[in-house]
Each structure stands twice: as C-alpha cells, then as structure tokens.
C-alpha cells in the first residue's frame, strides 16, 4: 500500500533592535509536498526567508536571523498530524549539510549585512528542507509544523 502526505512548514517571526533602522524578516515556508513513507526517496524541498530593512539614506545594517527552536541533529524538526509525526530538517546550504538553527551545538545562523540604498533594503535566502525517507508510522493526512525565527540587528 502506498501512502501519501502533504505537509507545509510554517513560521512566525520575532524580532530585536538596538540601532535606529528598522528591519523584519518574513518566510514563504517550504513545503515537502507529497510524501510516500514505504518509497526510500529523501523528500527534499527548498523555501526563501526574506530581510527587509528600512532607515537613514545609506545606514549599514548587520542582522542576524536564528531559530529559536534549534534542533539537537539533522532531522530533529517535527510535522505533526492527528498524533502522528514526521521528521525533517532545516539547513542553510543545498547540500543539506549545514543545519540552521540558534548558533549553538553545531548549527548555523544567517549572519550578514546591507547598506540600505535611499533608505531601503532587501535580502533574500534560500532555506533548505530534507525528511527522511521510510518513516513508516505516519498516516495520511496535512502535517504542519510552526517555525520560530528570530531577526537581530
């Protein structure tokens, strides 16, 4: 029998100041699509985490934008549906080798800077997703998680 699922990442966005420009960082998720827990395919996807930032004419902004939730290994991450659960991961290269989280216990924040032009800025990064494959207890259904970023600059 072959099962399949759909799921969707989610993220909600805190963010801290200490400089005059005013920036916030927004996400369109990543979604893994269709999942077949009996095939032994790596379900992996991709998603964009944005920084916008306003302020004086040519202001330098330096950010950094962390989760607040830092998995303990790759695939520490969890889609949740109806008591069912399936494991992903979150990482900052496409080689899914470098896994973001808050810094700490071997992973890695998005760390960089703009210089607004005419007050304004924008910064787009590439977030990548893995699952594993063959996680065989989960059920069909929409499976969700919500991610936690935090933006500092």
């Not at 790596?42 to 607040?68: D, F, K, N, P």
Request: charge should be neutral.
């Amino acid at each position: 029998m072959i099962r399949t699922f759909s799921m969707i990442v989610g993220v909600a966005v805190l963010c801290a100041s200490a400089n005059a420009a005013n920036c916030t960082v927004s996400s369109d998720g990543v979604s893994f699509g269709n999942y077949n827990a009996l095939s032994y395919r790596i379900g992996v996807t991709a998603g964009r985490v944005t920084v916008l930032c306003s302020g004086t004419q040519t202001e330098h902004v330096s950010y950094a934008v962390s989760l607040t939730r830092t998995a303990a290994r790759a695939e520490d991450h969890t889609l949740r549906s109806a008591g069912h659960a399936l494991r992903y991961g979150l990482f900052l290269n496409a080689a899914r080798t470098e896994l973001w989280g808050d810094g700490t216990g071997g992973t890695s924040e998005i760390k960089d800077s703009m210089t607004l032009t005419n007050g304004h800025g924008s910064q787009d990064y590439a977030i990548y997703g893995r699952m594993p494959s063959r996680q065989n207890d989960a059920t069909e259904g929409s499976y969700l998680d919500t991610v936690v970023m935090t933006l500092v600059w």
